[in-house]
Nanobody, 131 residues
Framework: QVTLVESGGGWVQPGTSLRLSCAVS????????IGWFRQAPGLEREGVSC????????YYTESVKGRFAISSDPAKNTVYLQMNSLRPEDTAVYYC????????????????????????WGQGIQVTVSS
């Protein structure tokens, strides 16, 4: 059984940092691309960052480049999203997702990729950035 469980969310002030974790089970990270997505109230779910653990490929959406960093720990079957210099507009429910295909993962993460289905999703976790 495949599961993805997000943790590490919460409320933080602007300018501070938070690290999200996505613990996966039922498959190994080397076989799947993992992506982080977020959905703010009233908006579509958008791609944030992706990683292919087998070869280190990464993707970041423009608005988080230089502030967020994605990494993976295959020994722990966990993917992390380090979020620095957080802004109020980063407030959203954050989801991790998994797919065997890097092409499908990055297609979904792209701004135009809303209709690309992915194999597995986590339940999501709230991140609130507010003073």
């Amino acid at each position: 059984q495949v599961t993805l469980v997000e943790s590490g969310g919460g409320w933080v002030q602007p300018g501070t940092s938070l690290r999200l974790s996505c613990a996966v089970s039922g498959f190994t990270l080397d076989d799947y691309a993992i992506g982080w997505f977020r959905q703010a109230p009233g908006l579509e779910r958008e791609g944030v960052s992706c990683i292919m653990s087998s070869d280190g490929r990464t993707y970041y959406t423009e608005s988080v480049k230089g502030r967020f960093a994605i990494s993976s720990d295959p020994a722990k079957n966990t993917v992390y999203l380090q979020m620095n210099s957080l802004r109020p507009e980063d407030t959203a429910v954050y989801y991790c997702a998994a797919d065997r295909s890097w092409t499908r993962m990055t297609a979904r993460a792209a701004p135009w990729g809303m209709n690309q289905p992915l194999e597995y999703w986590g339940q999501g976790i709230q991140v609130t950035v507010s003073s």
